[in-house]
């Protein structure tokens, strides 16, 4: 019980300081810190607009932090997620295109999601299975089926999938029974904000509350404890990347069908990265992905609208999200013994 | 009298996980020319003392003054540089770099600045002088135990440091090993050298030593020189008048249930840790696997349970050939184990209580967990088993090693498996944790077949209906407990192998 | 043409030469660096920046080396010092680097894409008259930079069979606790790995840049991460790391002449190291199958 309070509080506490860079770099960048700030920190609330498209922007980020989390929890790193949300919208959107016409919507999307979902979870399979039978690092190896990948959807969006009337590096739109409605007009919130939160509700309930669920989090904690213990080590590992890759992948067809309707060459402003910075942050609890996703949407918004507003350049959100990553694993940040013996 | 060379005075040091007090107020002298023995049983905290000299284990109070000044060691490193060596009691080198690679890691650096050709003939001239004689380009995996501790006594030596420090060097090598041992230890001692020789074995404490100390519980209970005591007063302060009872039962044959078929095991980096042992166990009855450890019990017991590759031989359980399954294949057939490393494989040490214990009821029930009744029965069997402990969520991490063992064993067998191994069970137990574990073994036994891989001959005879010995990975002794059985009888098995080739 | 082949396929894999180099000093440390990647983007950044502001090259590589090793000492004080996980503090480099270099080109030189510094210095080249023709003539055109690219796998293969230093170094990749016992200095030794793997991946960050002057956002392409992939290929053997170094120069070599060559389209041709990489890796490590328990 100490240990959980104790990492809640680090990563508040990693999350106070991220917003204190934040805001030096801004006071730094800016030639009106004044006004540079408030547009940062408090131009998101001022408006439905901006506040909906914070939540909107949040969507994808609780599914990449959850897939994050269920590699983490199997103590596996998924570093293929940003591939995986684009080869999932590039498949899930196709299969749309296939499909229109051809069923109602609901059925539609229902579908396109679990294309999507497949594609995904296979292409995360691999490194799993690579990872199971040479013992080949999985960071590695989907990291780099990843950035193959996001490089050959880029050829499909501006190439055979390609929407030529609209001049954009963009594929073909989906017909508009298979979109998500939105919410809070014209902010660019769309209903699939259930989904994200039913879909972290559901990965609570496998993970804490399913005999899977706990098969998964016992290989993570110790693989040789789980292999000896009689538990199938491989197949579960091979599981956990699994249904990583695969919900990756819905957060990149989330965005398809409840904003741009299409696929458009990086339309995944890193949702693979942040996504896993917002599961260390939640320490891979699937509830706290919830705040930690808004949060990241959050300072994601604010760089965006501090850009618009104050000419900032809204990249230095990475650096904010940089320092997160050095500190956010940090055991050392609060020390647990304050006042240890020393040696005399 | 001359002033000692290192002081140490009133160290303390209590082990966070266990909260066991490892050190008491220790005060101890240590004088050039000099060969001190510290004698004491398992946990009596001497490799801790050790530990604190070089600077592994930082003391939570008390101070150590060497050649006249004040001592605060941060590490290995530090100490070698300051003049004091150690040679570990589990080996420590570093199997993947040859002889010579290895004792460069120990060299300490305010020495002469040499190169590296140099420094192969300061090597053989050392060699020459200690008569140890090492094939210097071989990797250190190719080396036998024997072999490893000279490389780690050169280790130290060629710094000539003014303490050396051995702990427990006797326990893995053979008599005439020892006997080498014993004649660098006396060349040391002429030298002026401070030696400290750690060991549980009273008569080699007393054959070389020029002073004796007793520790028990983190306390020094007798600091003398060897002319002012014997071994029956020494004896007497270790031990107790406890005295050795043996209860044989004779084993009720029944079908066997686990054979091994000349099983050979790999060991580390291509080696060949077990070669060809065959055994056979029946449902009612204890085999005691023994021998000095590290000489393949701990492979075999891997290999059989499917964590080590086994390059020949077939292992049949029920008559059903097992050979290479892996151990969630292996549980469902009934073939449970409890592991020798009790902290980093038969445990998770981030898991709490109540997930260690119940990780088969768990992974093997329905598909929803039923928290409360799984709650119900964690609390039963930690009564039943008697493990103290405080809340069923805490982590493992916070039991003692007596009561994270009975948590460990009453796991294994209320799965109710037909075949039971056993790593070490009795390792690290007190007297009371000693006596109820081999209760429930006894009891267990009345259902299952148990194979218990263990190097303390003396607790195996008291529960064993069979042991077997094995030396550097061969079967050198087998036969059933009976009456007029010694452990010493035993011990004499022990290096079997090796005289028998030499 | 052959000779400009050899030549562009060298001077391709320089950089990945040079961070593999790097990678491969913490790799037998015992502490892979992940942030390779991210250390060459900065390096490349601040080499140009500077070397075309002090005209001199070597000003530029030595601003490159500094800043590479910051970034890397700033990994190994995150792990040492406040316990934290080396891969993450190793992507928290990569996504600093990205951070830092975007936002210092806008804020400098109020662009996000490619920054060219006329009149920045090059660096000198080999041009020797007696080579053309003598089947050397590859060499040519090349500049300190590659050269040292091909010395640096040489350099560690010495460093670690031949000096004290090295020896010691390796006995901490392979058994930390041994190499406790036995009075090295571990994490001593991993911060002198640190140190060089940011000299190499400095240097590698410099020769991706100055020879071009200019700066690309996100220049570094994936080449710390090939890198990383070479290291792993090299099983702590620097020859083949060097090797697969410079295989994975040469497909990255291929995948431009092709662009030039041919019709198929550049999007994929850019991605084809990423999966060539992908299968060199699955198939290189493919041997040791039956693993067991014995590496966890």
Known sequence: MISKLHNLGRSLMVVGISLIVGLLLVILMSDDPGDAAKAFFLSVFSNRFYFGNLLAHSIPLMLTGLAASVAFAASCFNLGMEGQVYLGALAGTSAGIFLSDLVPGAIGIALMFTVSFFFGASLASISAILKIRTGVSELISSLLLSNGIVLAVDYFVEGPLNDKASGLAASISLPAEFRFSGLMMPSSLHTGIFFSLFTAFLLWFFLFKTREGFKIRIVGKSRTFAFYTGLNTDKLLFWAMFLSGGLASTAGMIDVVGIHGRVMRGFSSGYGWNGIAIALIARNHPLLIIPAAIFFAYLESGAQIASLEANITPEFARIVQAVIFFLVTAEALVPKHLGRKRYA | ?502 | MLEAIIRDTIKNSTPIVLAASGGLLTEVSGWLNIGLEGAILSAAFFAVVVSSSTGSVFFGTLAAITVAMTLSSMIFFAVRYLKANLFVVGIAVNLLSVGVTVTLTYNWFLSKGTVVFSGSPRPVVLSLDFLTGSGFGWLNGLSLFDLSAFVAPLFLLLFFKKTFTGVKLRSCGFDEESAFYSGVQVNDLRFLAYIGSGIFSGLAGAALSIPMGAFVSNMSGGRGWLALVAVIMGRKNPLIVLLSALMLGFVTELSVFLQVATEISPKLLLSLPYFASFIILAISCGENKDKRFKDW
């Open chain 2, 1 to 502: 009298m001359s002033k000692p060379v290192l002081e140490i005075n009133d160290l303390n040091k209590t082990y966070d996980t266990s909260g066991a007090k490892a050190l008491d107020g220790v005060t101890l002298d240590l004088f050039s020319g000099e060969i001190t023995t510290l004698l004491g049983e398992n946990a009596a905290g001497k490799t801790t003392l050790m530990k604190v000299i070089m600077g592994i284990e930082k003391p939570d109070s008390g101070s150590m003054v060497f050649k006249g000044k004040k001592y605060l060691p941060s590490g290995p490193h530090f100490a070698n540089e300051k003049g004091l060596g150690m040679v570990p009691q589990s080996i420590k080198v570093v199997d993947r770099l040859t002889v010579i690679e290895n004792l460069v890691l120990g060299l300490r650096s305010n020495g002469k600045n040499i190169r590296m050709k140099h420094y192969r003939e300061c090597v053989r001239e050392l060699m020459k002088k200690y008569f140890l004689q090492l094939p210097l380009d071989n990797e250190v995996a190719s080396l036998s135990t024997g072999q490893r501790q000279k490389l780690e006594i050169l280790r130290v030596l060629q710094n000539s440091p003014d303490v050396i420090i051995f702990d427990e060097p006797t326990t893995l090598i053979s008599d005439r090993e020892k006997e080498e041992l014993f004649e660098i230890i006396a060349k040391l001692r002429s030298q002026g050298k401070a030696v400290v020789f750690i060991t549980h074995k009273l008569r080699e404490a007393f054959s070389i030593s020029d002073k004796i100390v007793v520790l028990r519980l983190g306390k020094v209970v007798f600091s003398n020189s060897r002319y002012k005591t014997s071994i029956e007063e020494l004896h007497e302060l270790l031990y107790g008048g406890e005295s050795c009872t043996l209860s044989v039962q004779l084993p009720t044959s029944d079908e066997s249930l686990l054979r091994v078929h000349e099983v050979s095991v790999e060991g580390s980096s291509n080696t060949e840790a077990v070669k060809g042992v065959s055994l056979e166990v029946r449902r009612g009855e204890i085999l005691f696997v023994s021998g000095v450890a590290g000489n393949g019990q701990e492979e075999l017991l891997d290999g059989i349970f499917g964590m080590r590759r086994i390059l020949s031989g077939r292992v049949i359980f029920e008559g059903k050939d097992v050979t290479g399954l892996r151990p969630f294949e292996l549980r469902k057939l009934g073939l449970a184990a409890l592991h020798y490393d009790r902290d980093n494989i038969a445990s998770c040490r981030d898991s709490s209580i109540r997930d260690n214990l119940l990780v088969y009821s768990l992974s093997n029930g329905k598909w929803v967990i039923e928290e409360k009744k799984h709650v119900l029965s964690a609390r039963r069997l930690l009564c039943d088993y008697g493990v103290t402990f405080g809340e069923i969520e805490d982590p493992v991490s916070s039991l003692s090693g007596g009561n994270l063992q009975k948590l460990l064993l009453a796991r294994e067998i209320s799965c109710e498996p037909k075949v039971l191994l056993l790593g070490e069970p009795f390792r690290g137990l007190d007297v009371k944790s000693l006596e109820s574990v081999k209760l429930l073994l006894t009891e267990a036994k009345k259902r299952m077949a148990i194979v218990a891989f263990s190097a303390d001959v003396d607790e195996a005879l008291t529960i064993a209906d069979r042991i077997l010995i094995i030396s550097e990975g061969r079967v050198v002794y087998s036969s059933d407990v009976r009456p007029g059985l010694s452990a010493p009888d035993l011990r004499k098995y022990f290096f079997g192998a090796t005289e028998g080739l030499e």
